[in-house]
């Protein structure tokens, strides 16, 4: 298991990777995961292997059959690596939300042992993932609850109410998918921790292949030198595709 970001004292960003499949990504715990995405007829369907943006890199879910682009200065992480947020203190860690495959803007942007464990810890200025929303009724539910609950975990625990919400909005992305796109962000978070600060989140939910509820979602610092501009994450999530693996081509 490998520790990033505390942003305020004792709430940080966890990744783990899957081994054997155990877990899915779905809070607001894991849950079992299902099939990866296989034979897809889906029209939206695409390679994963090439990106859509001159330059960006590719970031696939094959488990959800999802793929998205990002620039290239982002890092990649594993297709079964699982990042989450849990609550304060929460001794079983239980996860408030979570996303798979994820990709990371400057994963080290601020360095600092956040909870006094002796262990400093990494956050990171961005990241972007996916998911499967087990249990979500509508994907405007998804678009409007993920954001806020991605800036509470990272950004503002204990505070509910320095989270604000923007409006959710109808979404298509280039490869023709439609969904709704919401977005959160944080105001006023004044933490003694080191690496304190505002964020913002994004999330675009929608229907895969299979006609499953996911969603794909951004969570990053907010005010701050290098933040991540709402037309960039934006750029990012017109990308996202429903992902066509090699083998099916």
Excluded at 69 to 82: F, T
Excluded at 87 to 95: F, I, Y
Excluded at 158 to 164: I, L, M, Q
Excluded at 223 to 246: F, H, L, M
């Amino acid at each position: 298991m490998v520790a990033a970001a505390a942003v305020v004292a004792a709430a940080g960003v966890t990744g783990f990777l899957l081994l054997g499949g155990g877990h899915d990504e779905a809070g607001p715990g894991p849950t079992p995961t299902g099939p990866p995405l296989r034979g897809t007829a889906d029209p939206r369907a695409a390679d994963g292997r090439t990106a859509t943006v001159k330059g960006w890199k590719v970031v696939t879910n094959p488990a959800q059959g999802i793929a998205f682009d990002v620039p290239p200065q982002w890092k990649l992480q594993a297709p079964d690596w699982v990042t989450y947020v849990s609550e304060n203190g929460d001794p079983d860690d239980k996860p408030l939300i979570a996303m798979r495959a994820p990709a990371s803007l400057r994963p080290a942007w601020c360095t600092a042992d956040e909870n006094k464990d002796g262990t400093p810890e990494d956050t990171p200025l961005a990241t972007a993932g996916s998911r499967r929303d087990n249990g979500a009724r509508s994907t405007a539910r998804i678009a409007g609850a993920d954001p806020r609950t991605w800036v509470y975990g990272m950004y503002t625990q204990p505070d509910k109410a320095e989270v604000k919400s923007g409006t959710v909005e109808p979404f298509t992305t280039d490869s023709g998918i439609r969904g709704e796109l919401g977005s959160a962000w944080s105001v006023g978070v004044r933490k003694p921790a080191e690496c304190a600060t505002d964020g913002k989140a994004w999330t675009f939910a929608f229907e895969n292949g299979q006609g499953d509820l996911v969603s794909w979602s951004f969570v990053g610092v907010k005010g701050v030198d290098g933040e991540v501009a709402d037309a960039t994450v934006r750029k990012i999530a017109a990308t996202v595709r429903i992902y066509k693996s090699p083998s099916d081509s």
